[in-house]
């Protein structure tokens, strides 16, 4: 009763603040920390930001977030970040405990405000996702930037009917406004897959890539943000599992494409946003594992086509191997076989 009286009034308390609680005030619905936009109003500030926080596909039964993500929380809060977005895939499962395990040791742990673009995992269980931080969608103004966050498991993967208006509506408010002068999208899906030269490499290095086939980015989005990004720069930054860092800046066009995950491995790494006070954006990969990293502009499409090869790629069928129900299912389906021969002989006899 507890228990349930608890998620009740968390529910109440996400829906209230609804990320925001004023015009000067975003409050996170995730760790309760704010951000005061009229004491940034004249200065600069930074957000870092990274997907896929549990890692590796593999670790099925996760109930925390990938090592290196834990390991660094001191290290992101010495920065001292005005904000984190998350990318998605916060945990592996969607269940109580897992939930609270996060929470409490990893949320919390954080000084920063986190706010995050939604990914599959967290979805097993919408309802509940929305009753503890609330609304998937949204966006949200600091000095002359604005941040675009958007659900890709709504329509797996495409964005269509009230969040694709939402999202025209955002692109076409923010290029006739001049006070905009900086458009950050994120979201957990590589929506944008889709471009010329990306296709290639991400559906050989993504197990779902099916889920990515379509064409409403190309048709729809992707001719508004060529026109947007004529008059102000553009950034997408996604986060779902196949790049450790990604980069591609569309040739004659202030456009953007980025990517960012976690995948268990010394490649991991966080990307780190820093915008001027006269709104210039400065970006930087960081390791989390202290590698040496090469300029993030380098991991672009020639550099993945040269690495694709020697990756260790991940498979549907590494994926099934790996799951529990798996074998369960196969557990049972021997013990049915067996049974059925044991009847058999009995009544040959």
């Known amino acids: 009763m507890f228990v349930k009286l608890k998620y009740i009034l968390l529910s109440i ?55 290196t993500v834990l390991s660094n929380i001191d290290s992101i809060n010495a920065i001292q970040p005005t904000f984190i977005m998350a990318m998605g895939d916060l945990y592996r499962h ?9 929470k409490s040791l990893v949320l919390k ?18 309802s509940f996702y929305e009753s503890q931080f609330g ?28 969040q694709l208006s939402f999202f025209i509506n955002k692109l076409d408010s923010a290029l006739n406004d001049n006070s ?11 929506i944008w897959s889709t471009l010329d030269g990306v296709t290639e490499i991400f559906k050989n290095i993504h197990s779902n890539y099916e889920c990515y086939n379509y064409s409403t980015f190309i048709e729809s989005i ?31 066009h ?34 989390f594992t202290g590698k040496k990293l090469l300029p993030l502009e380098s991991y672009n499409i020639d550099y993945w086509k040269l690495h694709l090869t020697n990756m260790n790629i991940i498979s549907k069928a590494q994926l099934m191997v790996y799951n529990k129900y798996f074998w369960c299912g196969i557990t049972i389906s021997l013990l049915l076989i067996l049974s059925g021969i044991t009847l058999m002989r009995l009544r040959n006899k």
């Open 94 to 102: 969607t269940d109580s405990s897992t939930f609270y395990h996060f």
């Open 109 to 126: 742990k954080f000084t920063s405000p986190i706010f995050n673009a939604v990914g599959n995992h967290e979805m097993d269980d919408r």
């Open 254 to 287: 202030d456009l953007t494409f980025l990517a960012c995950s976690i995948t268990d491995s010394d490649e991991d790494a966080y990307l780190k946003f820093s915008i001027s006070n006269d709104d210039k954006v400065y970006i930087q990969a960081n390791s």
């Open 222 to 252: 992707y001719p508004k943000l060529l026109n947007l990004s004529d008059k102000k720069p553009v950034y997408w930054i996604s986060g779902d599992y196949g790049f450790s860092l990604f980069y591609h800046k569309i040739k004659d």
């Open 135 to 162: 609304k998937t969608i949204y966006s949200f103004r600091i000095n002359g930037e604005i941040y675009i966050v958007l659900d890709g498991e709504i329509a797996n993967c495409d964005l269509e009917g009230e």
């Open 180 to 190: 905009i002068k900086n458009v950050f999208i994120i979201s957990h899906k590589l």
């Open 13 to 67: 308390f996400s829906t209230l603040i609804c990320y925001f609680t004023s015009a000067e005030t975003i409050v996170s619905p995730f760790n309760g920390k704010s951000i005061n936009t009229d004491s940034l109003a004249t200065s600069s500030y930074s957000f870092v930001c990274w997907g896929h926080w549990y890692g590796s596909p593999l670790n099925w039964h996760s109930a925390l977030p990938s090592a």
